[in-house]
């Protein structure tokens, strides 16, 4: 029974086409991220949710935009994907707004070809 | 710029012995201190944390040590043992600044 459960794994996709990476959790957490885990392997945030609240937005270019429907659910939307956006990308969940023992799903590695 | 900072991209030790994983820092607002352990295609795990407030702190295997005045501090893992073999991730924090810094990880492993 996975905490926190990210689809799909992978996902390969061609430059400029719009694409959705979903996330959830069952921990009953009230706070969700999203993390980018870029090629020299540093884990950066993105993005904050607490209760469906926005909270943190990392400088992300507004092709990406993150939706919370509730708090056990955050998914990320990109748009007109770009070469740079080729990482793994972490959804993750906290019990509160510090954030700091975080519970992370798997990961979606991410290639723009 | 990166604020936390582990400078050893490898370490290999042989099962039983004492591995040991360092981190930097340079924000001396930062107050709280993790340890993240991760498998291939997996996502990080939390390890082992350390206040601020404390030099060290003990879970079984795992010590972690802060050193605040040089801004470092270390995981110590004895014994080693081969599933400790793992990519472990630094990160630490700030009160009111909702967000962890990682480092960019330490890959480790434990030769049988």
């Known amino acids: 029974d996975t905490a926190v459960s990210q689809t799909p794994k992978y996902l390969v996709t061609q430059m400029g086409n719009d694409k959705s990476i979903k996330c959830e959790q069952n921990l009953g957490h009230d706070t969700m991220y999203w993390y980018k885990q870029d090629s020299k392997k540093f884990l950066k945030i993105m993005f904050s949710y607490n209760n469906k609240e926005l909270i943190i937005n990392e400088t992300v270019p507004n092709r990406f935009s993150p939706k919370s429907p509730d708090k056990a659910h955050l998914n990320l939307h990109i748009n007109s994907l770009e070469l740079g956006d080729s990482a793994v990308y972490f959804c993750?969940?906290?019990?509160?707004?510090?954030?700091?023992?975080?519970?992370f799903g798997s990961g979606t590695q991410l290639s723009v070809l | 710029d990166q604020q936390v900072k582990q400078n050893s991209p490898s370490l290999s030790v042989q099962e039983g012995r004492i591995s040991i994983l360092n981190c930097d820092y340079t924000n001396s607002m930062f107050d709280y201190f993790l340890w993240y352990k991760k498998y291939p295609a997996e996502g990080p795990t939390f390890l082992i944390s350390?206040?601020?407030?404390?030099d060290k702190n003990e879970d079984g295997r795992f010590t972690v040590f802060l050193n605040k005045s040089a801004k470092h501090l270390s995981l110590h893992i004895v014994p080693s043992q081969p599933g400790d073999s793992a990519v472990y991730f630094c990160a630490a924090s700030a009160t009111n600044d909702y967000k962890l810094s990682f480092g960019a990880g330490t890959t480790v492993t434990v030769r049988a």
């Open positions: 350390i206040s601020s407030i404390k």
């Open positions: 993750a969940s906290s019990q509160d707004l510090r954030g700091e023992k975080l519970f």
